[in-house]
């Protein structure tokens, strides 16, 4: 009699409760194609490569077929040598999109050679997460008619229930809640072995049920979902943590590998498009896109192997995958106020656009561009003009600037050497921020080598000095230390005034 956990399995191909995905049909007849590469491209957990495996038995390839796998050291330096061999039978490679973009441009080539000569002895099939046949296209776009792309999206709720049919059959049981874990399950057929499992568990039911008539299972659903967390949470909670910290916790900053995270949690499928993400979260646009910009995104998921294994970024289309749907589901039932405090942030909630906003006379850019990058590197959002140029162009200038300086950042930084009281712009930004002196919300840097004037009705309030003949970067990572200080005061402060 069969198991529970060979039943519903938790992990690898299932058996007994294999359901033919909407996109058989298709992978069987580019199959039978001779030379034809195929892409099968979709999120984890949706059954891409339990699919290729299934067909590939059906249509009677698997004495022929070898699989490979991206992740595997071993199989990434076979896969490299693919093209230089002669007939290799049917070869999937799984996890493509793993793969460095040299190796995927050899695969191109050695793929459009199968199809244009359709070799009868060889085949390459890709597996890989949602757009990766978009990806490989871009490499090569004469390869798109050479090649059979196949979407797999989250299945359909009717598949689901299927699934969770043929287990209840198997093990002889009739489970009172299979409609709301077909639901629960968001399209995963990964995610419902597991939520079957743990409901089977705490029905006892361990392997067939020898009795005539099905076992019935009566569980509720929020029981499954907090057993399923709790089961998750010492694998999952911790990595999120790292995630959501990025290198270094900088709770000064705005969390942007946290956002990120919960960004991704939203997500249909676990595949975010940071670039769209971004523009429908301006007040994060900076932090954010500052971790993309520099690489720091890229570094910190190749830097941990627990969190390589988990997360993948694609610099050529900028989607951010999570490549397992236990935690895509651990995620999503996380409470982000809850977790931002856990992990060490005061708020994931931002009042204005910018934290800061930087007013200099163009003479002074030195010392203004090396503040805003010791802000920025501490996921501070800073308003440089050089870092907007691409928005600023073609817009009115003074219509772009002008909220900015009046209300758009928390505070106003004003860099006051000798040539500041002579130039339009900061004439105008001044005029803009001037009111604010009396809110608590403007920063004067006085220079050492300028004598009181116009200005000295900023000494009445507190600021910090620059000596220009000093060291600049000594000076500047002291500037910015205080103003990072000044920063996380002021988000414990509205961290406090939320809670109160």
């Avoid at 061999?85 to 199968?114: C, Q, Y």
């Avoid at 949690?265 to 975010?272: D, I, P, R, W």
């Avoid at 294994?309 to 900028?318: A, K, N, V």
Wanted: aromatic share 8%; hydrophobic share 40%; net charge negative.
């Amino acid at each position: 009699m069969p198991r529970l956990d060979e039943v519903f399995k938790k992990s690898g191909v299932p058996t007994h409760t294999f359901v033919l995905p909407a996109e058989y049909d298709r992978v069987a007849v580019a199959l039978k194609t001779p030379g034809r590469g195929i892409i099968i491209e979709g999120p984890s957990g949706i059954g891409k490569t339990s699919c290729v495996k299934r067909t590939i038995d059906d249509v009677g390839l698997a004495a022929s077929c070898l699989f490979l796998s991206a992740r595997k050291e071993s199989d990434a330096e076979l896969i490299a040598e693919l093209p230089l061999m002669g007939r290799i039978g049917v070869v999937v490679v799984d996890d493509f999109h793993r793969l460095p973009g040299a190796e995927k441009n050899k695969l191109t080539d050695f793929i459009k050679v199968l199809a244009d000569e359709e070799e009868q002895e060889s085949k390459v099939i890709l597996i890989g997460i949602n757009r990766a046949g978009q990806t490989l296209v871009e490499y090569a776009p004469d390869l798109l008619h050479r090649v059979e792309t196949i979407p797999f999206g989250r299945t359909n709720v009717e598949r689901i229930q299927e699934l969770v049919l043929l287990g209840e059959r198997a093990l002889n049981c009739s489970i009172s809640i299979a409609d709301e874990i077909a639901e629960e399950a968001e399209g995963s057929f990964a995610m419902a072995q597991v939520l079957c499992h743990e409901a089977c568990l705490q029905g006892r039911l361990l392997e067939t049920s020898s009795e005539s008539l099905p076992q019935n299972i009566t569980v509720s659903l929020p029981r499954i979902r907090e057993s399923v967390l709790a089961e998750l949470h010492p694998r999952f909670f911790s990595l999120a943590r790292d995630f959501a910290t990025g290198n270094k916790l900088r709770r000064e900053g705005r969390a942007p590998y946290l956002n990120l995270l919960r960004w991704l949690s939203q997500t249909q499928e676990g595949v975010l498009d940071t670039k769209e993400a971004m523009a429908k979260n301006p007040e994060l646009k900076g932090s954010v896109g500052q971790v993309i910009e520099k690489g720091h995104l890229l570094h910190l998921i190749n830097s941990i192997e627990q969190i390589s294994l988990l997360f993948h970024f694609d610099l050529e289309t900028r989607l951010l995958t999570i490549e397992d749907p236990k935690l895509l589901y651990f995620i999503r039932h996380l409470i982000w106020s809850k977790f931002a405090a856990q992990v060490g942030y005061y708020s994931i909630d931002f009042k204005s656009r910018y934290d800061f906003a930087l007013s200099f006379a163009g003479e002074d850019r030195d010392l203004a561009e090396s503040i805003a990058e010791a802000l920025t590197s501490r996921e501070i959002s800073v308003f440089y003009d050089k870092h907007e140029q691409h928005r600023i162009l073609a817009n009115d200038v003074e219509e772009y600037l002008a909220p900015i300086y009046r209300s758009e950042s928390r505070f106003v930084i004003s860099l006051l050497s000798c040539k500041y009281p002579r130039k339009i712009w900061t004439k105008f930004e001044s005029d803009n921020f001037k009111h604010r002196f009396g809110e608590n919300s403007v920063v004067p840097i006085w220079y050492t080598d300028t004598t009181p004037g116009m200005f000295d009705e900023s000494l009445k309030y507190g600021g910090l000095s620059f000596n220009p003949e000093g060291d600049l970067s000594t000076q500047v990572e002291a500037i910015a230390g205080v103003l990072a200080q000044k920063m996380e005061d002021e988000r414990a402060a509205d961290a406090g005034k939320a809670n109160g």
